[in-house]
């Protein structure tokens, strides 16, 4: 059965290097009890960082899927890399998702590729969370990341948690929705009131919340400041509208490593960033007619799926990692590669946990899976029905690349198995955490995922 589109939530999880993605990918799926024992990456054993040369260099190189249930809703986790090199994989995953987590580090505040995984979710228009995480290191300062954030970014950047306890005193956050303090000991969430030294600065918070609230209608607005205040109720509404059209971007705490705040991130995926449905029609061209058309997100649509990352998986072979976005999709159909006018035997279709596949017997509209050696298919390519094939836009070019570097790099990328090491591999991995700059890997990874692009 394919998951209801209402209770999907597709969320890339995007920013620099070394901030915490994925070790918060990892604290989010255990808590939704996707996974039952808590990966590190320090010891190579998170879900999302799975390819042997992810767990050698202790980074992300990959863009790679995981989900978790969480009240009700699936969330589909897709953990991106973010180094430099590796930064065309984090756009590729950023058009298939509804929604971006930034995650900025409470040290270095924001960074290059915070800079450019943020101007990638605007080119998608897509609603954003900002998760402050690492507030446990010594000189973390939660205010003047929060600083850094408003300077650098733009957007209404809006607090909606403060921080209880400071570096490695770090213990809580206070919701300045609730305004209630909730700590976290041994694994375990508490609820209570705000601490005294506190009171102060949550009560000047919490009007800059209700506020950026006000502002996003104007008829509340009006009445807000009519009125001096806005009920609890109209509150909440406006914010969860305002976050999940962009209006606003609210701004939290977390230590991702000791699992504080990420049930409230879980809880702030599900209530307010958008579902498949929410995000309207994909436009595309209808290959029939030759003309602009769209396709909505409804399952008894035609079938229509992007391809959006292609892996080699050393026992099994070509993955294609894709969304499907109208329609729904079922193992062992034939679909249409529209633009290789190549016909493609689907196989299994399956979730992925990871480098793990669930098999599964459909997927509906909003949903990501994998498909097993598909013949022709790379990134960025559409598989549609052959009665009534669609092709969905297909490629922004990266400008900085030249168009021979990327023909001679994609070459590299279809000739050499991705997963287990090349001996050329080998020879240039080093023990360094930073990848080198003229890296084959780079160079593949970006031919994997810059020649086509997803828009509305
Ligand atoms: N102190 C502290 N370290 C963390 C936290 N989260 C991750 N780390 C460490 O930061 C490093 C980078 O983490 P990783 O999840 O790979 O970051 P990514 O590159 O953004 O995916 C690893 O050594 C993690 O153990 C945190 O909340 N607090
Ligand atoms: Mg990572």
Redesign the pocket.
Known sequence: MAIEIGKIRNVGVV?H????????VEAMLFAAGAVTRLG???DGSTTT?FDPDEIKR???INTSVAYGDWKGHRINLV?TP?YGDFIADARAGLRVVDAAVV?VDAVAGVQVQTEKVWKFATEYNLPRVVVV??L??ERSDFFRTFESLGRRLKGRLVALHLLVGEESGFRGFVDLVKMTAVTVAGGKATEADIPGDLADRAKEYREKLVEAAAETDDELLSKYLEEGSLGEPEMLKALRAGIAEGKLVPVVC?????SIAVHALLDLIVEALPSPADRGEVAGTDLKTKQAGVRTADAKAPVTALVFKTLSDPHIGKLSLFRVVSGTLRADSTLLNAGRGARERMGHVSWLQGKTQKNVETLGPGEIGVAQKLKETLTGDTLTEEAQPFELPRITRRRSRSRSSRRRAAMRTRSRPRWRGSPRRTRRSTTTSIPRRSSSWSRASAACTSRWSWSA
């Open positions: 920013g290097g070394g901030v915490g993605k994925t070790t918060l590190r990456v320090d960082d202790k980074i992300s953990d973010g995650v995480n690492r446990d290191r977390a230590a991702g490593s000791r």
